[in-house]
């Protein structure tokens, strides 16, 4: 069973940035494409960045489309979200998962971008 820990968040002003870590334990998570999910508050969960097992193919929601960066060590099992030009559109609690989900997500990490 893989299990997931997020860190990395924090409150940021609007245009400031924020790197997002996600451990990955249980051993088979570098096989797997790995995301990053969103959810505000209200709202369902998101998917917002996925990148393949080997790092070379990414992709990114629209909405973040040259703003986040997604990268992966597979050596440390961690998979990140760099994010750049924050804007308050971006507040909520972040995720990571491996596509196909796991069944049971980790706790997340709170950005809030606020002046």
């Known amino acids: 069973q893989v299990q997931f820990v997020e860190s990395g968040g924090g409150l940021v002003q609007p245009g400031g940035s924020l790197r997002l870590s996600c451990v990955a334990s249980?051993?088979?998570?570098?096989?797997?494409?790995m995301g990053w999910f969103r959810q505000a508050p209200g709202n369902q969960r998101e998917w917002v960045a996925t990148i393949a097992n080997g790092g070379r193919t990414t992709n990114v929601v629209d909405s973040v489309k040259g703003r986040f960066t997604i990268s992966r060590d597979n050596a440390k099992n961690t998979v990140y979200l760099q994010m750049n030009s924050l804007k308050p559109e971006d507040t909520a609690v972040y995720y990571c998962?491996?596509?196909?989900?796991?069944?049971?997500w980790g706790q997340g990490t709170q950005v809030t971008v606020s002046s």
């Open positions: 998962n491996t596509l196909p989900k796991q069944p049971y």
């Open positions: 249980g051993g088979i998570a570098n096989l797997y494409t």
